[in-house]
């Protein structure tokens, strides 16, 4: 019988690494066992993925990061993620473990794209990496981060969970030093303390804003600030004010967006909408479902040609605006 042949082996060591990289590490290290010849092959991938939930015991975890990073052969980490449980955090020193893989992926230089967890502020080596073009980060708190928030390169920015708090200053925008970021996703992200939370970039492209929650000093004079002259697609659904009081209501939500022409807008309470130049405006598409206990008890049938009148004020420009709005009350049976 005719021996099977092994095309994965035969394949360009090159084309091999790089099939592990796009592996989680611990899957990649374990191809050790496959033959000889796989032996060594793990040491050379230019992605690094670490991630507890692939582990038991946060023992076992640590001691593998760092037996990774004595084994890899010392050149440029291309891609790093790194995401510990905050579970995790709590039994052991997996922050010393974090700085310790951000400081190796730092070293040789070359980091393209960084995916991982802080609770705290920037590690420094990650500050002074210059190449990072994708950053993806979910955090607790970030204290003071326009002051170490200083990306060059980066196209790609993703936060998720996190809380911005600033001290001296009524307005934040910590995105105005990111000169070539086209892409800004934020989810479940809160401003602390101020009342206006700004967003600049120049060449922004493509903004997606989710569950935001904006507590500030002043509940009357609190907004969201969009200022970016080439953006192209924007999203924003639930927006949160503390305190919010409709006999108070201003523009809550401010867009400068010239080259702006896809924008699509949900919200489950009222909300005002100002725009300043949005002139290239193609599609606009609006969807209001207000609470169910909001729909009980309000007078919903004027409350909502009222919020229509304001979240479409200022966008009568666009060549076509879809409106959805949920009128139905819970029947009880």
Same mark, same amino acid.
């Given at each position: 019988?005719?021996?099977?042949?092994?095309?994965?082996?035969?394949?360009?060591?090159?084309?091999?690494?790089?099939?592990?990289?796009?592996?989680?590490?611990?899957?990649?290290?374990?191809?050790?066992?496959?033959?000889?010849?796989?032996?060594?092959?793990?040491?050379?991938?230019?992605?690094?993925?670490?991630?507890?939930?692939?582990?038991?015991?946060?023992?076992?975890?640590?001691?593998?990061?760092?037996?990774?990073?004595?084994?890899?052969?010392?050149?440029?980490?291309?891609?790093?993620?790194?995401?510990?449980?905050?579970?995790?955090?709590?039994?052991?020193?997996?922050?010393?473990?974090?700085?310790?893989?951000?400081?190796?992926?730092?070293?040789?230089?070359?980091?393209?794209?960084?995916?991982?967890?802080?609770?705290?502020?920037?590690?420094?080596?990650?500050?002074?990496?210059?190449?990072?073009?994708?950053?993806?980060?979910?955090?607790?708190?970030?204290? =003071?981060?326009?002051?170490? *928030?200083?990306?060059?390169? $980066?196209?790609?920015?993703? /936060? #998720?969970?996190?809380? @911005?708090?600033?001290?001296?200053?009524?307005?934040?925008?910590?995105?105005?030093?990111?000169?070539?970021?086209?892409?800004?996703?934020?989810?479940?992200?809160?401003? =602390?303390?101020?009342?206006? *939370?700004?967003?600049?970039? $120049?060449?922004?492209?493509? /903004? #997606?804003?989710?569950? @935001?929650?904006?507590?500030?000093?002043?509940?009357?004079?609190?907004?969201?600030?969009?200022?970016?002259?080439?953006?192209?697609?924007?999203?924003?659904?639930?927006?949160?004010?503390?305190?919010?009081?409709?006999?108070?209501?201003?523009?809550?939500?401010?867009? #400068?967006?010239?080259?702006?022409?896809?924008?699509?807008?949900?919200?489950?309470?009222?909300?005002?909408?100002?725009?300043?130049?949005?002139?290239?405006?193609?599609?606009?598409?609006?969807?209001?479902?207000?609470?169910?206990?909001?729909?009980?008890?309000?007078?919903?049938?004027?409350?909502?040609?009222?919020?229509?009148?304001?979240?479409?004020?200022?966008?009568?420009?666009?060549?076509?605006?879809?409106?959805?709005?949920?009128?139905?009350?819970?029947?009880?049976?």
């Amino acid at each position: 019988m005719k021996r099977a042949t092994d095309r994965l082996s035969n394949l360009p060591n090159p084309i091999i690494y790089n099939i592990l990289s796009l592996m989680d590490t611990k899957y990649a290290v374990r191809t050790c066992v496959l033959s000889k010849t796989w032996l060594f092959h793990w040491r050379y991938i230019h992605s690094l993925n670490f991630d507890t939930k692939t582990f038991t015991k946060v023992s076992t975890f640590r001691k593998f990061v760092l037996h990774v990073l004595r084994r890899r052969r010392p050149f440029g980490v291309r891609r790093l993620k790194f995401l510990v449980d905050y579970h995790y955090k709590a039994k052991s020193r997996n922050s010393s473990v974090e700085k310790k893989v951000s400081d190796y992926a730092a070293l040789y230089g070359g980091l393209e794209e960084l995916e991982t967890k802080f609770d705290s502020k920037f590690p420094e080596s990650i500050v002074q990496c210059q190449s990072l073009k994708t950053l993806k980060l979910s955090t607790y708190s970030i204290e =003071d981060l326009q002051d170490s *928030f200083d990306f060059a390169s $980066l196209t790609t920015l993703q /936060l #998720s969970g996190t809380s @911005f708090s600033q001290t001296h200053n009524n307005s934040f925008d910590i995105f105005s030093t990111c000169l070539n970021l086209e892409n800004l996703i934020l989810i479940n992200c809160s401003l =602390d303390g101020r009342e206006i *939370f700004e967003i600049s970039a $120049l060449r922004l492209i493509n /903004l #997606s804003i989710s569950n @935001f929650y904006l507590e500030g000093s002043n509940i009357i004079n609190e907004k969201l600030v969009i200022s970016a002259p080439t953006l192209v697609n924007l999203n924003i659904s639930n927006l949160e004010f503390e305190g919010l009081n409709v006999d108070y209501m201003k523009e809550v939500v401010v867009i #400068s967006a010239p080259r702006l022409k896809f924008f699509n807008f949900r919200a489950d309470h009222r909300q005002t909408l100002s725009i300043e130049k949005c002139s290239s405006l193609e599609k606009m598409n609006v969807r209001v479902f207000p609470p169910v206990a909001w729909r009980e008890t309000y007078n919903w049938e004027q409350g909502y040609m009222f919020d229509l009148l304001c979240i479409t004020e200022g966008f009568y420009g666009a060549k076509s605006i879809d409106i959805s709005f949920k009128f139905s009350k819970v029947i009880n049976l």
